[in-house]
């Protein structure tokens, strides 16, 4: 079974532009995290969803948005890219509709704003 | 809101030895689940372990086990047999049994294993 896939994996942006990253859950997965990883706040969370629905959003400015399609399949959004946006993105899938926490990430999307 | 705190940005350990990892939280809440997920180097995050809060057994996965002490809100993570394929960075995190469907991480340990 393949797993959560992350595309693109890196990428080079530049202040003010916008970018969009995407997640392929693992097959008859439902449910798709975003969370953001910096060497200095960590891993926060950004938002999830389950059959295209946002059930909770993190605290992140509006510049931050996220979607999935009715495949699963979910992509999100950073507008007016900020240095501080450089991150590592990771997406990560669970099966489950109920909260049990037992997440499967992918690998990242590296994004570097200069 | 909950918290989760890692105190050992860096630990070590001789190969076959074994490293206890900390962890501690807080949280006003009575249902909630406990995990350890592992980095290793530009290859992606994966759960080693994971405790119910109602369980007081604590959980074990072959050479990994927790010490769950809920009353101190404390969860160590155990790594017995230390294997040089267990150096990554590990995180702490929490969920919540409610519906906020978000986990809460600590800031994690750097593990190293020496040969």
């Known amino acids: 079974k393949a797993g959560v896939t992350q595309t693109p994996r890196y990428l080079i942006k530049t202040r003010g532009q916008q970018v969009t990253l995407s997640c392929s859950p693992i097959?008859?997965?439902?449910?798709v995290s975003w969370y953001q990883q910096t060497p200095g706040q960590g891993l926060q969370f950004l938002f999830e969803y389950f059959s295209e629905t946002q059930r909770n959003k993190g605290n992140f400015p509006g510049r931050f948005s996220g979607r999935q399609f009715s495949n699963s399949r979910s992509e999100m959004n950073v507008s007016t890219l900020e240095l501080g946006d450089s991150a590592l993105y990771l997406c990560?899938?669970?099966?489950?509709?109920?909260?049990?926490?037992?997440?499967?990430f992918g690998e990242g999307s590296r994004l570097t704003v200069l | 809101a909950q918290t989760v705190t890692q105190s050992q940005p860096e630990m070590s350990v001789q190969e076959a030895e074994t490293v206890t990892l900390s962890c501690t939280y807080d949280?006003?809440?009575?249902?909630?689940?406990l995990f350890w997920y592992k980095q290793p180097p530009s290859r992606q995050m994966i759960l080693v372990i994971r405790q119910e809060a109602y369980k007081q057994q604590n959980a074990t996965e072959n050479r990994f086990s927790v010490n769950f002490q809920k009353a101190a809100k404390s969860f160590s993570l155990k790594i017995s047999d230390s294997q040089l394929g267990d150096a990554a960075m590990y995180f702490c995190a929490y969920i919540s049994g409610g519906s906020n469907y978000k986990l809460t991480f600590g800031k994690g340990t750097l593990l190293t294993v020496n040969p």
């Open positions: 990560a899938s669970s099966f489950a509709a109920t909260n049990t926490g037992e997440l499967f």
């Open positions: 949280t006003s809440e009575s249902d909630y689940y």
């Open positions: 097959s008859g997965h439902r449910s």
